[in-house]
Each structure stands twice: as C-alpha cells, then as structure tokens.
C-alpha cells in the first residue's frame, strides 16, 4: 500500500525491483550501503586499521529494510567475535550516520549458514526481494555461542573458537601421546600411565588435584583411552561428579529401590572407577555419603578409584570430614602450573597436531611461539585458546601468523585477565629493558650492570607478585632472603634519589601490567 503513495520517482526505482526508502528516497539497501561505506572509514579510525582489516573490514551489507541492517561475515566464527568486540562500536557508529530515523538496528551474520534473519513483524517494504541481496543468513546468538564455548570437555567440548576443533571428539585428542609433561605434572602423568596399565592397585585411592585447566580431565581420558584401547575387558567408568549427583537423585526420587540398586549396580560392577571434578559434590551430604559408600566398598574389593579435584581434598571447605580423610588415605598427587619451557613445548604439540589435521603449512615463527607462551601463562587452557584463536584467524583470513598478529591477538582484554604476572615474566621484562640474559638473572656474577638489574627483578616480584622472600631468592640462582630484601631496600633507594632510573622501572612496570 505505501507504494502507492511514494513519488514517480521512487515508484520508478520499486519497478526494478528494488523498494524505496520512504524517508531517504533510496532502496533500503543502497542507504545501508551508503551509511556503511561511512561507518567503515571511522571504525578503520575506532579500531586502528590491523583490527578494522582483520574483523570489522570484512563485513559487508547483505540485507536492509527500514528497521534492521544485516552485515554478514564471512564465517560464523568472524561474525562471532565481531558481536562480541566491536558490535558497540560499530552500532554507535551506524546511528551517527544512518539517514534513516531513526537509526536502524544491526545485525551480524555469517554468510556461510542459512537462515531467516529478520522477523516477521519487521519486515517491511525492504523486507522483499531487493537485487543485491545474498540468501538468508543466521543471525549470531550469543548466548547459545557462550553456553558453548563453556561446555565441560567431559563427553561434550565444544571450542567455539576453533570450529575444526570443535568437531573432533575430545577423547580422540585427550591421549597420553598428546599429553606433554614436565615438572609440574610428571607425578600425575607417572600414576595415570601406572592406572592405565590395569595393574592391581598400589595406591587407593588415588587423588589428582589442580586448579582449572590443568590438564586432569585430560589425563582420565587418556587413561580411559589407552584402556579400552589395549585391555577392552577391564570395565572402566568415568563420570563427573555432577553426573554422579544427578543419577543419584533421580534414583533416589524416581523409582524405588530397584533404580537405587540399578546406580549403586552401575558404580560398583567395575574394575576402575574415575571421578572428575569431585569438588563439586561437597554441598551435597546426601550424594557426598553415598559416593563415601561407594569408594569404600570399591576398594574393600581391590577396585582401582581415581578421583580428580581442583584443590587437595583437605581444603573441598563442604566436603565431611569423613570423605576428606578417606581421600586423602591414598595417593594425592597436585598438577602444579605449567612452567615456561612446559608451556613453549605444549605449544610446539599443539603446532604439530593442527599441522596433522588439516593445516599441514602452518607455520609460527619462533619469536611469536616465544612470546605466546610467555604471555599464555595462566593454565594450558588459556594457552590452547589463545592458540586456537591465533590460527583460526590467520586460516580464515589467509594471513600469515608473526609475532605482530600474535601480539595483537593477546592485546585483547579477554587474553590479559587472568594471566598471572610471574617472577618469570617479571625477568625477562627486566631483561629486555635493561639488555641482560635470562643466565645473568640467576648467575653469580656481580658486576653492576648485571646485579642491578637483577635486583631490580627482585623487587618487582617483590612487589608484584604474592611469593615470599625466601621463594624469590630461590628464583634467582638460589638466594637468600636476606639478599632480596636487600634488593628491595637499595631499589626503593634509588628509585627516590635517580629520576632517571626510577623512570626506567616505571617502564618495566607498565610493560608488565599492560
Ligand atoms: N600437559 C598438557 N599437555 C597438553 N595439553 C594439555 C596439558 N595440560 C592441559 N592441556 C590441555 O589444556 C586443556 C584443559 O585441560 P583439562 O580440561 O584436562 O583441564 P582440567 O584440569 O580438567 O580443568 P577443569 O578443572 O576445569 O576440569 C585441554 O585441552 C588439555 O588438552
């Protein structure tokens, strides 16, 4: 019916099959088009122009009507991270310069998937064929993306960011092979292989703790993995403690004691019993008995349990006191943090592996390994994440990976929360500013242009990380307390009467913290 009422002018454009925008006088997708060339030369500005080419610069107008403007990504996954880091941006943007009032609302979209994006009730007279315009597109939902992104690797991962990732089953990728160890994990790697070779059990039960994204479930996989694979009778269950909960419950509320005794059946008639995340269980007394009742009849009959937590089970605050001393009866052994050197090789398998499944060129040059592993220093998740993103954006836009795309990527704020600032990271940021080697940092030399430096290394673990006087020393070749306090002392000293060198810590700091 408007059409009837807009001008020859405009009911000229509608015959060829494009609608007029009542209040532009343009087709509702050549005004978007006009507004987005305008939106796109000031987020090159916004953003800076690496960020804009990378992510918003990609996206292009495939449909408008008068409410709504959809831009469509390339892939799903560059839509995604465009929605969740620059859509503020790019909407306030658009409001500035939309002809239309008022200002129509955005939608971001992946070109590759199909399906309807603009509601019912919106659509318009644009809402009609308009030439131009690409097939129908899914609109981004971010919060079935993030249930996503955080779903358990127990049974069900899901990497958002790295869609090829995303496809494999985890248990394929959780294997001993793929497991890299170090210092910090080798006692639980050495018990996991000893499990694993279905051997009578030496230790019972068995407690592996450490904090998130250690590598835990990890190694329950690899070893229910190499099990199935080399002694297919050895009847093993693995089930998180959530799970645990809820099959509990449900037998308890559901069917009487024939579901009672066909849980306690489906616990009890195994040669190995692996639990993963435990702590989950401690607010729960009913479920928290029940599974007490379990490992104790399990291990009366010589059957192997292993049990994963995210601390020493003495510190689960909710767990009885019951539970906490019949865990802590066996082995307990911790997944420490994964030092540098664990970090650069766990990085080097994961190179490999993507190179094995479907990127057989990819290629990261060693001062961006360097630098991922150094910054990445939180758990190997983080790590794994941070490098899935990496490459997942240099494969989808066919850019070579450096050491700039590499710092640009982990310059996301997402990237910088959580990493710990380590005295690592604190020396070799004092290493770069004051041109000495990581060597001068724990060697005896004692010339001033290698100790001062190196204590200024002391007093910003000192000062900025939580370890003791004794820990740093221990840190730097094996040092005294007493000497870090001195160092701590004579820094403070100069800081105050050397403008000049005061400034130069003030530079480390900034790097450290930036
Ligand atoms: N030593 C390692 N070598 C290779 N990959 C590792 C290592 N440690 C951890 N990872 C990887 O880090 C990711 C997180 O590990 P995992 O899920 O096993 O952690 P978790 O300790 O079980 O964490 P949560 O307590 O949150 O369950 C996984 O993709 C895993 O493969």
Known sequence: MQDAKVSPKLSAVSSQGTTPDLYTGEPPLKSANNTWAKVKTDLGYALGPNVHRSWTGQLRVSQANERIVTLAAPSRFIASKIESNYADTVRRLWKKYDMVAPPRDIIFSAATERAPQVREQDKGQAGRKSAGAVPPLAPINSASRNARAQAKPGGDVVNFDNPQAAAANPRERFTFDNFVVGASNELAFAVARQIASCRAAQYNPIVIHGANGMGKTHLLHA??????????????????????????????????????????????????????????????????????????????????????????????????????????????????????????????????????????????????????????????????????????????????????????????????????????RIQRAVCEEFNVTLTDMTSKRRARVIARPRQVAMYLSKKLTKRSLPDIGRRFGGRDHTTVMHAVKRIDELRASDAEFNAQIETVEGVLKA
């Not at 998180?240 to 069917?255: D, K, L, Q, Y």
């Not at 998740?381 to 941070?386: F, H, K, Y």
């Open 223 to 424: 070893i229910q993995d190499a099990i199935t694979e080399s002694e297919p009778n050895y009847r093993v269950k693995l089930i998180s403690s959530e799970n645990f909960v809820s099959a509990f419950v449900s037998s308890v509320r559901g069917g009487g004691r024939d579901a009672i005794e066909g849980f306690k059946a489906s616990l009890r008639d195994v040669d190995l019993l692996i639990i993963d995340d435990a702590h989950f269980i401690a607010d729960k007394p009913g479920s928290q008995e029940e599974l007490l009742h379990t490992l104790v009849s399990l291990v009366a009959q010589g059957r192997q349990i292993l049990i994963a937590a995210d601390r020493h089970p003495d510190k689960i605050e909710k767990a009885s006191d019951r539970l906490k001393s019949y865990l802590s009866s066996g082995l307990v052994c911790r997944i420490g943090a994964a030092d540098y050197e664990l970090r650069l090789r766990i990085l080097d398998r994961l190179i490999q592996r993507r190179r094995a499944s479907g990127n057989p060129g990819l290629a990261i040059p060693q001062n961006a390994r360097d630098h991922l592993a150094a910054r990445m220093n939180a758990t190997p998740r983080d790590l794994e994440g941070a490098f899935n993103q990496i490459v997942a954006q240099s494969e989808f836009l066919g850019t070579p990976i450096t050491l700039e795309t590499v710092q640009e990527t982990l310059s996301d704020s997402r990237y910088m929360a959580g990493q710990r600032l380590t005295v690592d």
